[in-house]
């Protein structure tokens, strides 16, 4: 982006923010699937 705000403003990254919405998100599907996380390993099916 070149605009004003995210050249002088919003500089924060909202990492830490992205990482709990996406591991709320990736629990709330393995509950939709009836599987459950284990720790931080994901198992795929294929």
């Keep these: 982006m070149s ?9 924060y990254d909202y990492l ?14 393995m509950r939709i ?3 459950e996380l284990e720790g931080n390993v994901v198992k795929l099916r294929g």
Excluded: Q, T
């Design 33 to 35: 699937i009836g599987e």
């Design 16 to 29: 830490s923010e992205k990482r709990a919405g996406l591991e709320r998100w990736a629990c709330e599907l």
């Design 3 to 11: 605009d004003v705000a995210s050249k002088h403003y919003d500089r």
